[in-house]
Structures are given as C-alpha cells and as structure tokens.
C-alpha cells in the first residue's frame, strides 16, 4: 500500500471530490452503480489508497456511498474505520456525524472503541452541532444499539432544545424516535422546547412519522397532545394508504399503549380498509394482527364478528411467529370482545403456547381469558405453567 508522503495530495482531492459529487446526485446514481465499470474502478482505487485519507475525505466516501445505498463491503467499511480513528478528536462534526449516519445505513458496526471515540469526539462538539446533526447521530446511534451515556443524552436534548426552531419534522421524528429506543429519561421541562416545535409542525409530518411521535411519547413518559393523537384521524385514506398493512396496524397498537382511543369512526376507516386487502388483514404480520385486535378489546370497540374472524384466521397461520405478549394479546382480546374462536385458531394458539415463556402477568392474563372462552386445554396448560413458575420461585 502506499504512503501518505507518496500520494500525491491532488489524487486523494479528485477521490473525494468524485465521490462528494455522487453522494449529491444519489437520486440519479443509485440504480446501476453495481455494474458501472467507472464507479467499481473509483471504488477499487479508493480501497487502496483509503489510509493516506484525511478526516473529511473518508467521512465523504462513507455518507455518499450510504447516500446511494451502495454497501461496499465489510472489508472497505472496516478499513475507512481504521484509517478515522487516529483522525476522531480533529475531525469536525460534520464527518463525525456523515460517518457514523453511514454505518448505521449500512448496519454495519464499526467496534465498541470507535464508537466510544466517536461519543467523546462528538460531545467536545455538540454546541456547534446543527439540528440535523443532532437527529442524524443519536438516529445512528440507536440503529447500532449504542448508548452514548445519559449525560451525552442530555446535553444532545438540551442542544436540541436551544436550537428547536431550526428542526425539519424528519429530524423531529429521527430524534424523538433515538431517544425512545435508547431509553432515554428526563424531565419533560427538557423537551419543552422541542414539544412546542412539533406542534407547529404536526401538518407537514408523513402519516408514519406521526405513529413514529405517539409512540416516542409513550415510551418517553411524555404525554401525547390532543392535537397530535387527533392528527392522523383528519389524514385522507389516500394518506392513510402510504402506511400500508403494518403501518396502520403498529398506528392502532400505539394508540393502545398510550390508551387513547382515537374514536370509533377513524377505528371503522382502518379496519374497513384493512379488512378490504386480499386476503383480508393480509400482510399485517402477527404483531399486528395481535396489535389491533388487543386496541381495538382496549377501547371496547368490537370491529364486528366478520372481520374479527378474518383477524383470527390470518392471526392463526401467523402464529408460529408469536412471541408470549403477542399470545397473550391475543387470547385476552377475544375474551373481552366476547368472540369465541373456531377450533383451528385455539389448536394453533395452543401449539404455540407449549413452545413459549410466559410471565407470571401473562399466564394470569391467560387462564382468566381462557376461562372466559371455555377453552379448557389453555386454562390447563397456563395453570401449570404457574404451578412450574412457583415452585421454581420457592427453590
């Protein structure tokens, strides 16, 4: 491989120019890079020479490849992290940020002690971090499951905060939805700022967006406004149409969670309209299936008996996939809307059910709701699984 003092410097400028140039026109580029003989050609040489790089250039090849959705392999990501790493503490938050967003498009991660030295790097800069920069990093950091530490929480929340006015409602939801999935606990004072932002806002966020908010809320112990729970209500069904079958599902099971119906018209639209896919309820996946079921038994809306059954029946071919909470969401629903299900759904719930580990809560929420139903075979079943859960819990 070549030495820095051997390359010339105007080489490694035309590299990175080249591909700062791609990343800007991602939307032209992205199609047919793989059999482009001009970009495998860029890439090759980039890959050798990728060690004599500087801080700015190697965050550009990282955001522009991510830019195109290019992935170039494990072997040149890993190499670009290991020529940033001496670079880290001189690197500017731009190529902090781009380099980190871009490891996180790929999902690929780049070690424990870069993203350590990343974390330090970025807090010696956040106050000249922009509004994007601060959603694009704890975005990155939460699709690679790394926590950065409360304290670097807090003071990105708090740096958000000073600069609210300037959020996109992307970056909003990108920012809500990190902090949620890292965890993340403050005072709600501390979102203040950012709250009021969103408000002023709420129009211009895409349906999934607004369910990406709601359910950011409810997992930050902050209390979802009235005008953003009753936004999605006032969309169109063409609007509505973008969130497809999981989408609108996961949008009724965050309305449970937070335990906010958002009325029984808008509950009747997405049923209806899922109800009217082929096969009906088709493609929601068992977590949606148990999602809206489990909302809809919340809010004592009964969707009526034909597109419960429809509900069932897909939720019975999908129920190899559940886990113990999407069982138990199940069973408890058709409890409280008082539906009895046919044989092949409870053989099938029942087959799943010896495979999986419930909790103590679950297994109450089982045999009460099996009792209900007359399905004797769960309510023996659950009722062993606690008599197993107790005497383990003595010993």
Same mark, same amino acid.
């Given at each position: 491989?070549?030495q820095?003092?051997r390359? +010339?410097?105007?080489?490694?400028q ?15 580029s ?14 090759q040489?980039?890959s ?8 700015q250039?190697l ?6 490849l ?10 040149f ?7 940033? $790493? #001496?670079?880290?503490?001189?690197a ?13 498009r790929?999902?690929?991660? +780049?070690?424990?002690?870069y ?7 970025a %807090?010696?800069?956040? %106050?000249h971090?922009?509004s994007?920069?601060?959603a694009n990093?704890?975005? =990155?950091? !939460?699709r690679l ?9 807090? =003071?990105?929340?708090?740096r !958000?905060?000073?600069i ?9 939801a ?10 993340f ?6 979102f203040?700022?950012?709250?009021a932002?969103?408000e ?7 349906p999934?967006k607004?369910?990406s908010?709601m359910?950011?809320?409810y997992?930050?112990? &902050?209390?979802?406004? #009235? ?6 209500p %006032?969309k ?6 973008? *969130?497809g ?10 309305y449970g969670l ?7 018209p808008?509950l009747?639209r ?5 109800g009217?896919?082929? #096969? ?15 909302a809809?038994?919340r809010f004592?809306f009964?969707p ?13 071919a999908?129920? #190899?996939e559940?886990?113990?909470?999407? =069982?138990?969401?199940l *069973?408890?629903a058709?409890?409280? &809307?008082?539906?009895?299900p ?5 053989q !099938? ?6 495979? *999986?580990?419930?909790? +103590? ?5 089982c ?11 769960a309510?023996?079943? $659950?009722?062993?699984m ?5 005497? $383990?819990?003595?010993?």
């Open positions: 491989m070549q820095p003092d390359v +010339p410097k105007r080489k490694r035309h590299l990175s120019a080249a591909f700062a140039w791609l990343g800007r026109g991602a939307n032209d992205r199609a047919s890079l793989g059999s482009d003989p001009a970009f495998l050609k860029l890439l040489r980039t050798t020479l990728v060690s004599t790089f500087r801080s250039a965050s550009t090849v990282l955001w522009s991510a830019r195109v959705d290019y992935s170039p392999g494990d072997e990501l890993t190499s670009v992290i290991e020529a940033s $790493m #001496p670079q880290l503490q001189h500017k938050p731009q190529e902090l940020v781009n380099s980190l967003w871009a490891c996180a790929f999902q690929y991660q +780049p070690g424990p002690a993203l350590k030295a990343v974390a330090r790097a %807090e010696t800069h956040l %106050e971090f922009s994007r920069d601060v990093f704890l975005w =990155a950091c !939460a499951e790394f926590h950065p530490g409360d304290g670097f929480l807090e =003071a990105a929340v708090s !958000a905060g000073k609210a006015y300037k959020f996109a409602s992307v970056d909003l990108n920012l809500f939805w990190a902090l949620a999935q890292l965890s606990r403050a005072d709600e004072e501390l203040e700022t950012l709250l932002q969103m002023v806002q709420l129009q211009s966020f895409e999934s607004l369910t908010l359910w950011a809320c997992k930050l112990e &902050l209390q979802p406004s #009235p005008s953003l729970l009753g936004t999605l %006032e169109s069904d063409s609007v509505l149409t973008e *969130l079958p999981r989408g609108l599902s996961f949008m009724l099971w965050t937070i335990g906010k119906s958002p009325g029984e808008f009747r997405v049923l209806d309209k899922l009217r896919s082929v #096969p009906a309820f088709g493609y929601c996946g068992i977590q949606g299936l148990s999602g809206i079921l489990w809809c038994a004592a009964h009526g008996d034909d597109h419960v059954r429809a509900l069932l029946e897909q939720s019975a999908a129920l #190899p559940a886990n113990a909470a999407q =069982a138990t969401r *069973l408890w058709c409890a409280k &809307l008082d539906h009895h046919d044989d092949t759904f409870l !099938a719930w029942l087959a799943r059910a010896q495979q *999986l580990d419930f909790g +103590p809560e679950e297994i109450q929420l045999i009460s709701s099996s009792k209900k139903l007359n399905f004797t075979d309510q023996a079943l $659950m009722t062993s606690r008599q197993t859960h107790s005497e $383990m819990s003595v010993a």
